[in-house]
């Protein structure tokens, strides 16, 4: 039990364009839903948490702007990253929680904006 | 300020080589202390929750211990496919049950 997906699992686009994640609980119901970066040998840093219907609490310098977070539902989440530029590329991570017990991570999405 | 910190950052055992890793913390309250294995280009994968002194939790060759200040992940007789990075991560009893997450282990086991 306990499965998150995150879709796709690599994204290569161009400098400009916009990318959007999908995190989905596939066997319980995600009342949050959180949003991680992990740049190479460092831990994960958490850009923002989503509860179900509600608008997302983002961290201190994450620009909600450029990183829209949607929780549409008890199991999906997406992260759209907008006008992407090459310092966005990075490891992004998201994990889901039933009432705000323990954190079930997806596999992680790598994307590389040229 | 609440606070993670694991160590030692990277640790190098032989197979069979028995050993611990550290996860000290400083929170306001704790909810819950929760270790994960994270595989490189992968998510970070579940392996225990502890929420109060005392409490223990083993899982095949792993075994999370927790003080009221620090949390023991000790491995006995390692293999080499135990070779991950090790997170542990605390959640605060007040406040929006964020994740405080430590630096992490990297542990390399040889055969």
């Known amino acids: 039990g306990a499965v998150v997906s995150q879709h796709p699992s690599w994204v290569i686009c161009k400098s400009g364009t916009s990318v959007k994640i999908e995190c989905r609980s596939l066997d319980f119901q995600a009342t949050t839903m959180f949003w991680y970066r992990q740049f190479p040998k460092q831990s994960l840093m958490l850009m923002a948490t989503s509860n179900e219907g509600s608008k997302a609490t983002y961290e201190q310098g994450v620009e909600k702007d450029k990183f829209l977070i949607n929780h549409a539902s008890l199991t999906l989440s997406t992260l759209t990253v907008t006008s992407a530029h090459p310092e966005d590329s990075s490891f992004y991570i998201c994990?889901?929680?039933?009432?705000?017990?323990?954190?079930?991570f997806g596999p992680g999405t790598r994307l590389t904006v040229t | 300020e609440d606070q993670v910190t694991q160590s030692p950052e990277a640790l190098r055992l032989q197979e069979g080589e028995s050993s611990s890793l550290n996860c000290s913390y400083t929170?306001?309250?704790?909810?819950?202390l929760f270790w994960y294995r994270q595989d490189p280009g992968k998510g970070p994968e579940f392996l225990f929750t502890l929420y109060s002194a005392g409490e223990e939790k083993e899982k095949e060759r792993l075994k999370a211990t927790l003080t009221k200040k620090e949390s023991f992940l000790h491995i006995t007789a390692p293999k080499p496919e135990d070779s991950a990075t090790y997170l542990c991560a605390v959640q605060a009893a007040s406040g929006t049950y964020k994740y405080i997450f430590g630096t992490g282990t990297r542990l390399k086991v040889l055969a």
């Open positions: 994990s889901a929680s039933h009432r705000d017990y323990e954190q079930y």
């Open positions: 929170v306001s309250g704790l909810r819950g």
